[in-house]
């Protein structure tokens, strides 16, 4: 018999609920994700127990969704939800049933869920319960609805949107059939949350096939979450930097990233710290912020569209209408603020060179380029750079990645050499000032300023004795003014 190595305190609930001679199985995603070799988020457990029957078999429980079944059980201080099999009522708002009716059996409860892939049971007790095809349908590397296709996404429409995403995380494609009935119901997009619609977003831009945001385009999914997007692949770049539309730029900048942060089959959805030795280890939101950043790194181009007299395109100012269009995209989609202004942030700077126009990249202008941008970022704006030039003209990548590297070279020396590149690095703060007889207010801010001015260009001098005596000297040098 196929066997699922459960964890302990799974095996434990599952145990228990039988001793008291009831069923219980682990459901799923759990098994879903058991029988792919990947490791399971959470673990969902179902039986035919009663939600009060369930809190009488175990001492600490929580009523998390006790109307629908559901009894969370805790085990030091850990949370497994236990939910009674069940037969949902009719959907009236695309997203709830308006009643719910416990069911004893099993294949009803399962018969309910969306995909086959997730409607999969297991025990240690009864192996797998498969009674829809799931395990063909893994093998066959396919998401395909339980039952009829129409039925399901009429009874919650965020399953179509589940249905692009799981196929960008699996790698699957989607059957036929369930693929159609994605294109049929799109609309019904519309009346699901925008929290809803941008957790499974993020999951498919995180996943190792974000190129599957163009099945949401074609199945008329991002027309109604994102029509931003849908004109970024009408909008041909025609100049010698470029070889694909906007769109189509931008899907390959996502699937540059996403191959940065592969290793071993895992995207960075499950595991950050996989990473190869030279990508900076990042957490789940900096992942996020990045990602949507290189999403809508050139959301702003569009409207900026020109052509010169040679009938090449330009897109003059498209950093700074992206980031303003990035912010009330986001906003729609219910970000955090610090999210929004993060992604904000790196699509104002993402053309950003780092030489001027007479030398190359040197310290003194790096220092002054982190100063700007802010040292918290670079990493992040680094790996959008990355991403936007490797979806360039290959033509010109190799100078262009070349110079990137170097900037990013010597970003990383200062930064290891822990030069001074913004007011927190100064060997004086307004408190030293003050000791030295400077009065609070304005005045000391602005001298704070100009000894940073000073110090990036000569780091060297980032020294209490040298700045105090420079402070000292410049309050001679306004007074003297004044008089």
Request: hydrophobic share 35%; net charge negative; glycine share 6%.
């Amino acid at each position: 018999m196929f066997q699922i190595i459960l964890p302990e305190k799974v095996k434990y609930i599952l145990t228990k609920i039988e001793e008291h001679g009831f069923e219980a199985f682990a459901v799923g995603g759990c098994v879903r994700d058991s029988l792919l070799g990947r490791t399971p988020e959470d673990w969902d457990i179902t039986t035919n127990a009663l939600p009060g029957q369930i809190k009488a078999i175990f001492p600490h429980t929580i009523d998390t969704g006790i109307e629908h079944g559901t009894v969370t059980v805790m085990l030091e201080h850990e949370g497994f939800e236990v939910t009674t099999y069940r037969i949902d009522g009719e959907y009236e708002d695309s997203r709830h049933p308006s009643h719910v009716e416990f069911t004893s059996q099993l294949t009803e409860d399962l018969r309910r869920r969306d995909f086959t892939i997730n409607a999969m049971a297991y025990s240690d007790t009864a192996g797998l319960v498969d009674v829809f095809g799931g395990q063909d349908d893994m093998n066959r590397r396919l998401i395909r609805c339980v039952g009829n296709p129409d039925e399901r996404f009429d009874e919650d429409a965020l399953r179509i949107m589940r249905a692009v995403r799981f196929s960008a995380q699996l790698d699957f494609a989607i059957e036929p059939d369930t693929l159609r009935a994605v294109a049929s119901h799109a609309g019904e997009l519309a009346r699901i949350s925008a929290e809803r619609i941008r957790v499974e977003l993020t999951k498919l831009l995180l996943s190792a096939h974000p190129e599957r945001l163009l099945t949401a385009y074609e199945t008329g999914l991002t027309a109604v979450f994102l029509p931003e997007f849908d004109v970024l692949l009408n909008t041909p770049q025609e100049n010698p930097h470029h070889i694909y539309d906007v769109g189509n730029h931008t899907i390959h900048a996502l699937m540059h990233c996403a191959s940065l942060f592969a290793h071993a089959g895992q995207s960075a959805e499950i595991s950050s710290d996989s990473a190869p030795d030279d990508v900076p280890i990042l957490n789940k939101k900096e992942q996020t912020a990045l990602r949507y950043a290189i999403l809508l790194h050139d959301i702003g181009k569009p409207s900026v569209k020109t052509y010169d007299k040679e009938g090449t395109a330009h897109f003059y100012r498209h950093q700074s209408i992206g980031a303003q269009m990035s912010k009330q995209i986001l906003r729609r989609l219910k970000f955090d603020n610090d999210t929004i202004h993060t992604v904000s942030h790196l699509i104002e700077y993402h053309d950003y060179r780092y030489s001027d126009s007479c030398s190359a990249t040197t310290e003194r202008i790096m220092r002054r380029t982190i100063n700007r941008i802010g040292k918290e970022y670079l990493d992040l704006l680094f790996l959008l750079q990355e991403a936007d030039l490797c979806a360039q003209n290959p033509e010109g990548m190799p100078d262009k990645l070349a110079q990137l590297a170097r900037a990013k070279e010597i970003a990383h020396e200062i930064l290891a050499r822990k030069q001074c590149v913004c007011l927190k690095d100064l060997a004086v703060n307004g408190s030293d000032l003050i000791r030295e007889g400077f009065l609070p207010g304005r005045e000391i801010g602005d001298i704070l300023q100009s000894l940073l001015e000073h110090v990036l260009e000569h780091p060297e001098d980032n020294q209490k004795e040298i700045l105090l005596a420079r402070a000292k000297k410049h309050l001679q040098s306004c007074n003297s003014l004044l008089k």
